[in-house]
């Protein structure tokens, strides 16, 4: 009883840890791809370049 409650323990914590892998991963995708599509907005390139002098 004491080994398959060990084994369900363990199991647990890998599911946890795989599950903020993944989490942490797709928040970083996001981040990125929210930055990325930043860089090619044009209406914030024209507030820059409009409010510059």
Known sequence: MAE???GI????????VIATLLSHQLRREHHN????LGRFDGHRWWER?????
């Not at 791809?33 to 990325?36: I, K, L, S, V």
């Not at 370049?49 to 002098?53: A, D, I, K, V």
Request: cysteine-free; glycine content about 4%; overall charge positive.
């Open 4 to 6: 398959s409650m060990v």
């Open 9 to 16: 323990i363990v199991g647990i914590v890998v599911l946890a």
């Open 33 to 36: 791809r929210d930055r990325a």
């Open 49 to 53: 370049l409009r409010h510059r002098h």
